[in-house]
């Protein structure tokens, strides 16, 4: 006689028995991963507007979205395994710091192209990333004026005044200031509309300061 114990057991067997894996299936899911993750690697190096290019982290995008597509058809092929996979991710840390917002965006772009192909959900692989890339190339056609800088002055104590006076037609934020008895360090940031570099000439000329140091703000100083 069948009880109601029995019609449980079987209940939660059929469900975590989800069939085999179609390797075939997980082939084909793998290569459009594949091609995903090369899309965004074309377009992560055609849109970089970073100071220095990252070649391993931009390879990175493309096997994180391969890895991706494998672990989608793993938990998908079984739910058994799948809690056990949960817990053995949830044990990894990963300590990279990613300092750059667009780089995190292409690192989600990665992951969800991988999940979308490892469901087997191609067109919408396909759709989401030409979304991004038209999103990409509309809000390329703004370009900032001012563009942020770090101007590192040293000169002497003597000439503060002048230093100030120069810096003041100029719309600046004291980072940092060091000073001994010889030597003053002064660490500004200011924006600069296209090429106009001609403050480091101008403090250069001050008599009494050593040297003047113009770098591209890219938002990671540290004080």
Known sequence: MTTFQDLLR????????TGKMSYTDAAADLAFAIVCGLIIF????????????NLPYNVSLVLMTVLTCMIIITVSSNIVLSLGMVG?????????AIKEAMDLMYMFWAVACGIACGA???PLALMGSLTVIICLLILGLFKVRDKAYV????Y????????????NQLKYEVKSKS??????ELTVELRLKGDNHQIVHKLTGI???????LVQYTGDYAN
């Not at 074309?42 to 290019?53: A, L, P």
């Not at 002497?156 to 810096?167: C, E, G, S, W």
């Not at 008599?207 to 140091?213: L, W, Y």
């Open 10 to 17: 079987k209940s939660v067997i059929n469900t975590f028995n």
């Open 42 to 53: 074309v377009i992560y190096r055609k849109f970089f507007r970073g100071v220095v290019y």
């Open 88 to 96: 053995a991710l949830s044990i990894i840390r990963y300590r990279t």
């Open 120 to 122: 087997g959900l191609y």
């Open 151 to 154: 101007l590192i002055v040293r």
């Open 156 to 167: 002497a104590p003597q000439i503060d005044d002048k230093v100030r006076i120069a810096l």
């Open 179 to 184: 000073s001994s008895k010889s030597t003053v």
């Open 207 to 213: 008599e009494g300061v050593e040297h003047a140091v």
